[in-house]
């Protein structure tokens, strides 16, 4: 079956570690993305990728890095940075061009740092 | 730039009585418009969207929604709600590079 996965759905860290959560898409898109949740917030876009070897920020990059080295795989970092990173994080992947782009979202990892 | 505002954070509605979500958006051009339904710790899924022609339209598990240019308004409806539609629901407006911008979502919660 085609989809995205995340690991792990549960991640503890001590505060100052770096943490890095994977995404896996085997749904041959091209655009991966991920977003921050918080509650009452919404999602916010963190990074988002629109093929391989190439990416952009979103509105809250900072304090995150990501890396897109093949095309089913888009980790994404949590730098010791990132002031308040206990959230639930969600990627998502879509194909690209003109018109409407349906986004397909993973289950999500949800990070609590102590 | 696009945005969504979704009027009400919690929506609490009796079994069987009718669901009405309410979104409006902002666009500098004609919009791509999404709900999507997330359940307790889980991802989203779509539920429906509405990109042209009809301005109704019909998605999953009995949802709807209609797209009112005039209004800006893309409101999510259910004739009949059911114990199994208690989750969060968000109406997003996709912008450029296909990327999605999200109210702050809706909380329904149904009574027995």
């Known amino acids: 079956d085609g989809g995205i996965t995340q690991s792990p759905k549960y991640l503890f860290r001590k505060e100052g570690q770096n943490v890095t959560l994977s995404c896996e898409q085997n749904?041959?898109?091209?655009?991966m993305y991920w977003y921050r949740q918080d509650p009452g917030q919404g999602l916010r876009l963190i990074y988002y990728?629109?093929?391989?070897?190439?990416?952009q920020k979103g509105d809250i990059a900072e304090g995150y890095s990501v890396s897109r080295e093949k095309k089913e795989s888009f980790p994404l970092t949590v730098t010791s940075a990132q002031k308040n990173p206990t959230a639930f994080y969600l990627c998502?992947?879509?194909?690209?061009?003109?018109?409407?782009?349906?986004?397909?979202f993973g289950p999500g990892t949800r990070l609590t740092v102590l | 730039a696009q945005s969504v505002t979704q009027l009400g954070s919690h929506v609490s509605v009796s079994e069987g009585a009718l669901v009405l979500l309410r979104c409006n958006y902002s666009?500098?051009?004609?919009?791509?418009l999404f709900w999507y339904v997330q359940y307790p710790n889980q991802g989203l899924q779509l539920l429906l969207k509405?990109?042209?022609?009809?301005?109704l339209v019909k998605g999953i598990n009995g949802f709807e929604a209609e797209f009112k240019k005039s209004e800006t308004s893309f409101h999510l409806t259910k004739p009949s709600a059911h114990m199994s539609d208690a989750a969060e629901y968000f109406c997003?407006?996709?912008?450029?590079?296909?990327?999605?911008?999200f109210g702050a979502g809706t909380q329904v919660v149904v009574t027995p």
């Open positions: 997003a407006v996709q912008g450029s590079w296909g990327k999605l911008q």
């Open positions: 509405y990109t042209t022609g009809a301005t």
């Open positions: 749904l041959n898109h091209d655009a």
């Open positions: 998502a992947s879509s194909i690209t061009g003109e018109g409407w782009n349906e986004q397909f």
């Open positions: 990728s629109q093929i391989v070897n190439d990416f």
């Open positions: 666009s500098s051009v004609p919009p791509y």
